[in-house]
């Protein structure tokens, strides 16, 4: 049988699996991902192919798929011919845990990454603010925690959902006039909500115990940079 997906691919693809659904290699044969069969020809479950070429993967969608074990992004993301292509990860609402590994960000084409409803915890790589595709991000409904990467820089995101989690810092700047959907509410985010005009609900920030803004009917109070400047040109003068 001729392949049309490379070995290097189709063996670091099974190894991903592997890590999901934490069977050490013992999956259903009908479902595919195996050495022995080809994701794009054989129909992987969960697999979408270009189907001008029918050789590269461009989806993989395993939401609500009694998934668990880790994301092994070092697997998925390090071939070139997956990197390269790969443009949607679906694996929301799982059972999924561990930390996202530095290695998501060599999925370069990813336009959408949907990471909710699982068991994540850790602080999220800052490689991710490299994935400068990505329309859709949604992390919501985990443990993750420390401060979000400069997910500010990616221009063209339309959609960040966050809530439910145990993140920290201020909000980023993002570009605010490009989101249609977004979340931050349940977490520890403190500091001044973005003047966003109101685009976004109050629901959208609620239960961060130090966020401040009109929007909460919290006032903030003064900026600690402002101060700054206050003493600054005391100094001067």
């Avoid at 979340?183 to 609620?206: M, T, W």
């Avoid at 961060?208 to 003064?222: A, Q, R, S, V």
Wanted: charged share 15%; hydrophobic share 35%; aromatic share 8%.
């Amino acid at each position: 049988m001729a392949y049309s997906v490379d070995d290097a691919a189709r063996d670091s693809l099974v190894t991903f699996f592997t890590g999901l659904s934490n069977t050490n290699g013992s999956t259903d044969p009908s479902i595919g991902w195996n050495s022995s069969s080809d994701p794009c020809r054989d129909e992987w479950k969960g697999v979408s192919c270009d189907s001008k070429t029918n050789s590269l993967v461009k989806k993989i969608v395993f939401g609500n798929s009694s998934l668990s074990g880790f994301l092994n992004a070092t697997a998925l993301c390090g071939v070139d011919s997956i990197a390269a292509s790969l443009n949607l990860l679906n694996l929301s609402l799982n059972d999924i845990g561990g930390e996202i590994q530095a290695d998501i960000a060599k999925c370069k084409q990813l336009t959408r990454l949907f990471l909710g409803g699982n068991q994540f915890t850790g602080k999220l790589p800052d490689s991710m603010a490299m994935l400068g595709n990505l329309i859709q991000l949604d992390i919501s409904n985990n443990g993750f925690g420390g401060e979000l990467p400069g997910l500010a820089r990616i221009s063209g995101l339309q959609m960040f959902l966050g809530q439910n989690n145990q993140l920290t810092g201020e909000i980023p700047g993002f570009d605010f006039s490009n989101l249609d959907q977004f979340n931050v509410s349940n977490n520890n985010f403190q500091g001044p909500i973005p003047d966003v005009n109101q685009k976004f609900p109050a629901g959208c920030y609620l239960n961060n115990p130090g966020l401040c803004g009109e929007i909460l009917n919290k006032t903030c109070p003064p900026s600690e940079n402002k101060a700054k400047g206050v003493r600054t040109n005391n100094l001067m003068g």
